[in-house]
């Protein structure tokens, strides 16, 4: 079965420091792959995506994923955290082929403390 | 734009009452999705309509009905509510079925049933 893991519930990392936030996804041929952000008592975010191309994909807010497919990972970077990143964070990958729709990870709670 | 539009934006319900939750979106996207999202659970697909005119259940369909009334708008309907319904449901669009596009999402609704 395709499935996308979020390996890690919460990540905490202190303001000023670089954050990852991790993602695997088991699903076959060439998929799209995205991330989104939530904010408490909000829909989700579109934040960025690979669709071909250069591994590393930079986004909105200072985000940055790294695609690495021998290792089938998604992963979501910034070089230094702020205490507004904190939110929770979906990892998101769409099949190429014909059944389509996204399948999401579980979710990544990241926590930035001052 | 408004991009995708939710109403309402909370509600409580009684066991056994029923409510049609709407959802309008303004890109001219061919694709729309229901999803409820549980604590611990992530998000979980409840029905989708690929294209005006067809929709097709998604993981947990059961206790709920769609309708696409055209292109821009697709209704989710609780006709006998039950607290298992408790949740926060999202609403999101697609330009197309297939292809490297992500979802946009609404800013949900919070549902109780008592």
């Known amino acids: 079965a395709q499935s996308v893991a979020q390996p890690e519930d919460q990540v905490n990392v202190a303001e000023g420091n670089p954050l990852t936030v991790k993602c695997t996804y088991s699903?076959?041929?060439?998929?799209?792959l995205f991330w989104y952000v939530q904010y408490p008592n909000r829909g989700l975010q579109f934040l960025l995506k690979?669709?071909?191309?250069?591994?590393l994909v930079k986004g909105s807010y200072g985000f940055e994923a790294e695609f690495n497919k021998s290792q089938t990972s998604f992963h979501l970077k910034k070089p230094s955290a702020l205490v507004s990143d904190s939110a929770l964070y979906f990892c998101a990958v769409r099949p190429s082929s014909n059944t389509g729709k996204l399948i999401f990870g579980q979710g990544t709670t990241l926590q930035v403390k001052p | 734009n408004a991009g995708v539009t939710q109403t309402p934006k909370f509600q409580v319900l009684k066991t056994g009452q029923s409510m049609t939750l709407q959802c309008a979106q303004d890109?001219?996207?061919?694709?729309m999705y229901w999803y409820r999202q549980d604590p611990g659970m992530g998000l979980r697909l409840i029905y989708y309509?690929?294209?005006?005119?067809?929709?097709d259940k998604g993981e947990v369909p059961n206790g709920y009905n769609v309708s696409r009334l055209n292109k821009r708008e697709f209704s989710l309907r609780l006709e006998s509510a039950a607290p298992s319904q408790t949740s926060v449901y999202f609403c999101?669009?697609?330009?197309?079925?297939?292809?490297?596009?992500?979802?946009?999402f609404g800013s949900g609704t919070r549902l109780t049933v008592v």
């Open positions: 690979y669709i071909t191309g250069d591994n």
């Open positions: 699903v076959s041929g060439n998929p799209y």
């Open positions: 309509s690929a294209s005006e005119g067809t929709t």
């Open positions: 890109m001219n996207h061919n694709s």
């Open positions: 999101a669009s697609s330009p197309e079925r297939v292809g490297p596009y992500g979802y946009t």
